[in-house]
């Protein structure tokens, strides 16, 4: 079965300084996809990236790029310059390629500070 | 372009109560979640449907919990009876993938926050 790691429940970030949420995965599949996901405190979930297994770069989107080390099983999400607005919980899942267990880990929550 | 649509957004029950809640996904697309989010908690696959059949229900718990996803467009979750412990947000989403698999993005609907007591 996948599982998803998220060792850090809260993170404190000053404004304007870059962060990173980590995220460990445990799967026997060679082929899988990778996601983080943000939800503010009015509880929508907003895509921020997605990375597959297969994918030779890194995946960048904005602010957002997700530093993959597949040998470690690590998608560590980075973000640059956070901002008031980033404030939030961070959740990291992960799918196979069958498109089952598509699975979530238990979040980071990210406070910003002016 | 409109999102995935749920309703009711608040609901109320007593335990041994049922409840139903509604997901309309985006127009077009394929695979529907149905996810149960705990307070504090990540959220939980209940059950995905591809088109109008069912590609995981594992971790549905089939005694009290049922969906159904009709002509693979709109879906409706039920609980009967309710549970304290199912006091919960639950969450649906959808994906333009039509191969189980190769998802890339999921889009998810508001919620609808369910509190038994």
């Known amino acids: 079965a996948q599982k998803i790691t998220q060792t850090q429940p809260g993170m404190f970030v000053q404004e304007k300084e870059a962060v990173t949420l980590d995220c460990t995965y445990d799967t026997s599949d060679p082929s899988y996809g990778l996601f983080w996901y943000k939800q503010p405190s009015s509880g929508e979930m907003i895509f921020l990236i997605y990375q597959g297994s297969y994918d030779q770069q890194n995946a960048t989107e904005g602010r957002y790029s997700l530093n993959f080390q597949k040998a470690r099983k690590s998608a560590n999400l980075v973000i640059s310059a956070s901002q008031l607005g980033d404030s939030a919980m961070y959740f990291c899942?992960?799918?196979?390629?069958?498109?089952?267990?598509?699975?979530f880990g238990p979040g980071t929550r990210l406070s910003v500070l002016p | 372009e409109a999102g995935v649509a749920q309703s009711p957004r608040y609901k109320i029950i007593e335990k041994r109560q049922s409840v139903a809640f509604w997901c309309n996904p985006i127009s077009g697309h394929a695979t529907l979640y149905w996810y149960q989010q705990i307070l504090g908690q990540g959220p939980k696959l209940l059950i995905q449907f591809q088109n109008n059949g069912v590609v995981d229900d594992s971790q549905l718990p089939k005694d009290r919990f049922s969906a159904e996803r009709l002509k693979g467009v709109d879906s409706t979750l039920k609980i009967q009876p309710a549970k304290l412990e199912d006091s919960a947000v639950y969450l649906c989403?959808?994906?333009?993938?039509?191969?189980?698999?190769?998802?890339?993005?999921?889009?998810f609907g508001s919620g609808t926050q369910l509190s038994v007591l």
């Open positions: 899942a992960m799918r196979d390629n069958y498109g089952q267990n598509f699975v």
């Open positions: 989403a959808s994906s333009l993938a039509t191969f189980v698999g190769t998802e890339k993005k999921l889009f």
